[in-house]
């Protein structure tokens, strides 16, 4: 278009782009969106879960590095006039943990959370990833039992299912496996963490350098690369007991095999694996932690875990446990399978014109009060003809 051009709108076509990493999102595509999350969130309802909303930015501190959620170059950052240094949550737990803390530190018997909202994080290499996305959880605290661990798998087998996901796979580990081997190794808390970072990238090579490197014996560094080997059916917990010489490491797997048993009881252990290398960059998860991965989708459709010591941060010591499905990416999955494809309404369109309008809005009233979607449109005929191209009304 020349905007010089007489009698032409001008304006600046920058202004019709997005920032790189957040998109709109309209039409069908939305309303499939808000179909899934109603499906989702009726399912964490009938666990008993309530709806909770915490603000979309908080005090830096929430999700400074001692409390172990995303990398500070990762957040957005911005300042109130206070001076005050704040950032949007990119991850709701500490959020909910803060206001936990806040409203129940005196609560002795478990409370359950759920949430829906969106999410911010700063990435630079973003390889097709959105900076914004929306997140739907549950969030379990004051029970630190391994039914507990079971409830919230057996919740996002079912949240999944219900929204129409047939094939997938919710993979789970233990970090209390990999520090206890880690411990048994010598390894002191900086190379526990760098090993985390090669493991977590799958970079062996990153890993037993590092090891050479720090002195850890062969034997030593022999066990904690084997930890990346131990994942497949329930029968590697036996492997995983065998590799493991501490305490602390055996404990964890003696966690999930009762977590197992909990698993069949709910019926949905058809859906997991296990995946003792399996880490996570939150390091506020103390437990069993598990990531759903299915067809068409790179990255995690959901990743949850327990988080025993986070509350503590902010004066409440309760065990807790949770997990978050990224709607956007399950939305994308379901689309790439063709599975549980949402049907979009199609409200009655009726025309008028200026002789009958009182008329057909009395008619159209009437309809609404009986549930039925419809819309008023005048009687031009370039007005049905966008409306007919839509294909999403049906006309009266």
Known sequence: MNMNQPGKLQFNRQLLHTPEGVRDIYGKEYEGK???????HQKLNLYGYQDIQTPTFEFFDVFSREIGTTPSRELYKFFDKEGNTLVLRPDFTPSIARCAAKYYMDEDIPIRFCYVGNTFTNTGSLQGKLKEVTQMGAELIGDGSPEADGEMIAMVVESLLSAGLKDFQVSIGQMEYFKGICAQAGLDEDTEEELREFISGKNLFGAEELLTGKGISRSHARMLLKVTELFGSVQILKEARELA????????????????????????????SFDLGMLSKYHYYTGVIFKVYTYGVGEPIVKGGRYDSL????????????????????????????????IPRKPLCLTYHAFDYEEKLAEAKKLRAKGQETVLIPASSEVLEQKDGSGGQEHV
């Not at 949770?322 to 379901?334: E, K, S, T, W, Y």
């Open 311 to 342: 509350l503590r941060h902010f004066g409440k010591d309760a065990p807790a446990i949770g997990f978050a499905v990224v709607i956007d990416d399950l939305l994308a999955a379901l689309d790439r399978g063709k599975a549980g494809a949402f």
């Open 245 to 272: 010489g501490n305490p602390r490491s055996l404990a964890a797997v003696e966690r999930l095999e009762k977590l197992y048993h909990v698993l069949c009881e709910y019926g949905a252990e058809r859906y997991v």
């Open 34 to 40: 808000l179909h899934v999350e109603k499906t989702i």
